[in-house]
């Protein structure tokens, strides 16, 4: 099973940016992106297809978000752009056989990393 791990997280105020980075032991399907704020599910931020390049992103971070990747070092980075401290939560870095957006399909899970935004 792949390994993830996340790095990059931290404290910004709102409208600053952020770069997370997640290094995966080897490729994989699917790489995603989701979040959790206290007392709420995980939910879903983004996801890459390795494959066929193909990229997925919810509503809410349309055009504030993205996901480069490296291919030669098996990097999935989420750069976040226009902060709102309704972001704040602990972002999770997952791997998954098949394309999917779903928490349960993934299964290979980072450690997470805090994202703190301040108002």
């Known amino acids: 099973q792949v390994q993830l791990a996340e790095s990059g997280g931290g404290l910004v105020q709102t409208g600053g940016s952020l770069r997370l980075s997640c290094a995966a032991s080897?490729?994989?399907?699917?790489m995603g992106w989701f979040r959790q704020a206290p007392g709420k599910e995980r939910e879903f931020v983004a996801a890459?297809?390795?494959?066929?390049?193909?990229?997925s992103y919810a509503n809410f971070v349309k055009g504030r978000f993205t996901i480069p990747r490296d291919n030669a070092k098996n990097t999935l980075s989420l750069q976040m752009n226009s902060l709102q401290p309704e972001d704040t939560a602990v972002y999770y870095c997952?791997?998954?056989?098949?394309?999917?957006?779903?928490?349960?399909?993934?299964?290979?899970w980072g450690q997470g990393t805090q994202v703190t935004v301040s108002s």
């Open positions: 997952g791997a998954a056989t098949v394309w999917s957006a779903t928490p349960r399909d993934f299964g290979a």
């Open positions: 080897g490729p994989s399907y699917t």
């Open positions: 890459l297809n390795w494959i066929l390049g193909r990229t």
